[in-house]
Nanobody, 127 residues
Framework: QVQLVESGGGLVQAGGSLRLSCAAS????????MGWFRQAPGKEREFVAA????????YYARSVKGRFTISRDHAKDTVYLQMNSLKPEDTAVYYC????????????????????WGKGTLVTVSS
């Protein structure tokens, strides 16, 4: 069993920065992808960023590319999301996810690809 726990959310003014962390615990797990998704009230869950766990290749949603950076600490089983130049439209609950697979079995930007999810951390960006 794998547990994912997000931290680092909070209230920040527009133009500010936050760094989210996602720590995996429970056991050593096989995972091809680790990802970040977000969901605002009344909206569908949307892809933010993802990476190939073993090699570090990264992928970003068009809306955050150039502002957000996904990174890893493989030894700590931890994934980070550095968020800069935050906008009010970035306000959402942010979720960490892992696909739990040794191979790519779906698109990196689809929630259905991922088997393990954290409970989320709220990011609120004020104007």
């Amino acid at each position: 069993q794998v547990q994912l726990v997000e931290s680092g959310g909070g209230l920040v003014q527009a133009g500010g920065s936050l760094r989210l962390s996602c720590a995996a615990s429970g056991r050593t797990f096989n995972s091809y992808l680790m990802g970040w998704f977000r969901q605002a009230p009344g909206k569908e869950r949307e892809f933010v960023a993802a990476m190939r766990w073993s090699v570090g290749s990264t992928y970003y949603a068009r809306s955050v590319k150039g502002r957000f950076t996904i990174s890893r600490d493989h030894a700590k089983d931890t994934v980070y999301l550095q968020m800069n130049s935050l906008k009010p439209e970035d306000t959402a609950v942010y979720y960490c996810a892992a696909d739990g697979s040794t191979y790519l079995r779906g698109s990196y930007n689809l929630p259905s690809t991922y088997d393990y999810w954290g409970k989320g951390t709220l990011v609120t960006v004020s104007s």
